[in-house]
Each structure stands twice: as structure tokens, then as C-alpha cells.
């Protein structure tokens, strides 16, 4: 039951005065047409139907029978389908290094490829981007490269994102768009509305320039979430905004986050331009972003969820719906790919990702003083400068003589020498 505020309940008593028959017109303030029949309802669609599910390749690669296939040639194919491809061979290495304990940290992007590689793609190179954590892939499509992936990962003196100060995959890269991933869930949703209207304000990426948000159907749960929404769509903000929905917030399954028609439905209660997609066809989350993008100038958003998967499914995925098998197939049949240039690629990226392994673990970490640097501008505050003389006063005491802390200085430039010295 809904109360109605006092305002509305006079405007109430003036429709009873007119009488049910004439129940025709709009309230003041409101477009909404006025209804004599008594319905609650449920659903964005206007029916009882799901908000459909875009796709323009069928699970084996082929086109679906009128679908608009986004122009691409055979380039463009070949740089998607690199792309794609690099994710699961980083995957595979990082994975396992992760395990054995060298990096303390990773995320996969275990069949998410379609949708990251293919919405990086349909994003111009300097659109403002916002990850989650598992958005690496738009990093590769804008050629950050591979030392820059593995310099970060290991936290060295080389890694460019933060010098080793943030856990690993928390990329940052001004010079390619890319905001610092933050772990705290959805921070970065309103993050990218302020940013999209900060674009729609500066000469020269006004109408040019946008956000593109990314986060997890789970993160859609938190308070900033509904807060960035709003906030994007009332300014409103150029910023397009991309659910992945791969079906679990860790061990939560989706069933269990939320009960309506999935993130796609709060779209159009926020006024926001929506769309679901299969997120596992490349070249219709390519369409869905440029489409998106095309139109974000007042406000828009993507939703780029897809569909829902058992675990049991999981498996059968891998053989029929995978979106790398998926588009491999499908430019095998446009004539651009065969089993040959598939061996080399996969020789080649293994190789390639190797190498800047070898490169990246081999190099130390920043000196250990640069621990309490570039937090804040301006004059050192006293609690920085008393955590240094603190950590000065343990490394003269126990630097040189407790092995746990001789390992570990000897992984920093100059062995904390930096420190002792000052
Ligand atoms: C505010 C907050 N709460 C909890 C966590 C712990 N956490 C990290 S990832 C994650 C699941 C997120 O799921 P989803 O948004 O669907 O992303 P996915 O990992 O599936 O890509 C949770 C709960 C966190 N990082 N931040
Ligand atoms: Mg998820």
C-alpha cells in the first residue's frame, strides 16, 4: 500500500469530483496516464515477458538469421580475437604463480573475454574507464603490454600503476584511462557519473569523451550503485554503465541477490537507456557499446549481463557456448582464421607471456621508504613521519639479524638501506 502525500491527495479529490467515467488526462507535473482499473505490476517490458537477451552469433558462431553483425574487418577480427585469447594465457601462468605464493593475489577473466575485449572495442581509447577487478583486458586492448600486466602483479620497482603499493590487478594507468581499481564494491559506479560529468564540462571531450563503469552483478548490490545510477542519470552524466553478470558474487549465486528481472531491469526505473546482452558473443557486446556509446551524450547505460548459468552448466559451456570457441568459429567461416594461425597465436602468446614473467620476477621492489611517499601533497604529516622513524628504529634492531626480515629486505632496491641511512 502506498500512501499518497498530501499534495497528490488533493489532487485526488478533485478526480473523485470529476467521477470514475472521465478518468482521462495527466496529474500536473506528471505524463503518466490516469487509469481507472486497479493493477499492481511487475515487470519493465509491459508484459509478462523477460527483458530480452541481445545476441547476433549462436552458440557455435554463426549469425543469427537477420541479426546486424557490427562491422568489422578482417583486422579488427584478428586484433578481437588476440585479445581474447591473451586473457586465458595470462590467466593459466598468473593463476599458478599466485598459487606457488610469488604474487599474493590475481583475478581471472575465465569467460569474460567476450565481454571485456568486446566492449573495450567499442570504446574509443580515451574513454574514462572504471573497473571492478577483473578488467585487464581493456588495459591489453589499449596496449598497456605485457611487462606493464606482470610489473604491477609483482608489485616491482617497475610496476607504473603504483609502485608496488596496491594488491595485484589493481591497475591504474592515466596514460590510458584507466582509474586505479579499488576493492571496496561499487565505489567506482558513482566515481564514473562524476567523472562522466566532469567530460560533459571540459572543452574538447565535451560530446566527444565518456565514463565506462564496469562492475559485478554483486557489486549491484551495494547502496553506490543506486546512488551513481541516479546520480548519472538526474545531472546527467555521459557515463555508460556495464553489469557483468557471470552469475555469483563469490559463493552467492545470483538467484539468491536479487529477485527481480536482473540488474537490466533497474535501468529504466533510473530513466536510463538499457540493454541486455550475451555477454559471451563478442561482436554483440561490440555492437551493444557502440550503439551505447553513440547515444550516452544526454544519459545511457549498457547492461552487459549474461545469462544466468548452473555450475553444471559450466562445463558445457567450455564446449559449445564458449565466447573464444564462439568467435574462432565464426571467422573460420568468414575465412579468416584455420588451425595453423590458431597454433601460432597460442605459441606465441604463451612465449610472450613467459618472457615478461622471467622479465618481471626477477626485478626487486621499490626502496622501502617509497612505502611512505605521494600519499599526501604538500608538507609530510607528523603520523607518516612517525611510522618511518618506527619502522627505522625495528629494521636497526632486527634488519640484519632475524631471518624472516633478511629475506625480505633483500626483495628492495638498496636492502632498506634508503631507510637506514637517513
Ligand atoms: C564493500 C565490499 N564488500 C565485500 C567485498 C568482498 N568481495 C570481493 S569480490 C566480492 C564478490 C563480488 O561479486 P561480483 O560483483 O558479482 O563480481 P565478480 O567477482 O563476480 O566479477 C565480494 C563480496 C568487497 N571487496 N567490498
Ligand atoms: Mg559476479
Redesign the pocket.
Known amino acids: 500500500m502506498i500512501r499518497l502525500p498530501s499534495v497528490a491527495r488533493g489532487f485526488s479529490r478533485r478526480w473523485t469530483t470529476r467521477g470514475l467515467a472521465s478518468a482521462a488526462g495527466k496529474l500536473p507535473n506528471s505524463n503518466s496516464p490516469i487509469v481507472s482499473k486497479l493493477k499492481y505490476f511487475n515487470s519493465v517490458t509491459g508484459s509478462d515477458e523477460l527483458i530480452p537477451t541481445f545476441r547476433v552469433l549462436d552458440g557455435v558462431g554463426k549469425p543469427l538469421e537477420g541479426a546486424e553483425i557490427p562491422e568489422i574487418d578482417e583486422n579488427f577480427a584478428h586484433r578481437l580475437y588476440e585479445n581474447m585469447q591473451l586473457l586465458p594465457t595470462l590467466d593459466n601462468i598468473l593463476y599458478n604463480v599466485q598459487r606457488q605464493g610469488k604474487i599474493s593475489f590475481y583475478?581471472t577473466s575465465h569467460g569474460?573475454e567476450a565481454t571485456i575485449i568486446g566492449s573495450a572495442a567499442g570504446l574509443a581509447s580515451d574513454d574514462e574507464v572504471f573497473g571492478?577487478?577483473?578488467e585487464m583486458g581493456v588495459l591489453l586492448w589499449r596496449d598497456f603490454g605485457l611487462d606493464n600486466v606482470m610489473n604491477q602483479c609483482f608489485g616491482n620497482e617497475a610496476d607504473t600503476s603504483g609502485k608496488g603499493r596496491q594488491m595485484p590487478v589493481h591497475f591504474g594507468s592515466t596514460e590510458h584511462h584507466f582509474h586505479t581499481i579499488s576493492?571496496?564494491?561499487?565505489t567506482q559506479i558513482p566515481q564514473a557519473a562524476g567523472v562522466g560529468y566532469a567530460l560533459k564540462r571540459t572543452p574538447g571531450r565535451s560530446s566527444r569523451s565518456i565514463a565506462a563503469c564496469y562492475?559485478?552483478?554483486?557489486?549491484?548490490s551495494?547502496g553506490d550503485f543506486h546512488a551513481g545510477l541516479l546520480l548519472a542519470s538526474t545531472i546527467p552524466s555521459p557515463t555508460l554503465y556495464i553489469a557483468?553478470?557471470?552469475g555469483?558474487?563469490?559463493s552467492t549465486p545470483s538467484t539468491e541477490q536479487f529477485y527481480g528481472d536482473g540488474i537490466a531491469s533497474r535501468g529504466p526505473g533510473y530513466g536510463i537507456d538499457t540493454i541486455r546482452v550475451d555477454g559471451n558473443d563478442v561482436l554483440a557486446v561490440l555492437a551493444a557499446v557502440r550503439e551505447g556509446r553513440r547515444s550516452v551524450g544526454h544519459h545511457s547505460t549498457s547492461d552487459d549481463s549474461f545469462a544466468y548459468r548452473a555450475r553444471s552448466e559450466v562445463e558445457d559451456r567450455k564446449r559449445i557456448d564458449n565466447p573464444i570457441a564462439r568467435f574462432r568459429l565464426f571467422m573460420e567461416s568468414q575465412g579468416w582464421w584455420n588451425a595453423e594461425a590458431e597454433e601460432e597465436l597460442k605459441t606465441r602468446l604463451k612465449a610472450d607471456v613467459m618472457k615478461a614473467f622471467k622479465k618481471s620476477e626477477t626485478l626487486k621492489r621499490c626502496e622501502l621508504g617509497e612505502l611512505f611517499t605521494d600519499v599526501y601533497g604538500g608538507e609530510e604529516p607528523w603520523n607518516i613521519k612517525e611510522q618511518r622513524e618506527e619502522l627505522t628504529g625495528l629494521l636497526r634492531k632486527y634488519g640484519e639479524v632475524w631471518e624472516p626480515w633478511r629475506t625480505e629486505l633483500a626483495k628492495f632496491k638498496n636492502n632498506g638501506q634508503d631507510l637506514l641511512k637517513r
Do not use: D, T, V
Request: net charge negative.
Open positions: 583475478m569474460e571492478q577487478y577483473r576493492s571496496p564494491l561499487a562492475f559485478g552483478e554483486g557489486a549491484a551495494e557483468r553478470n557471470n555469483f558474487a563469490i
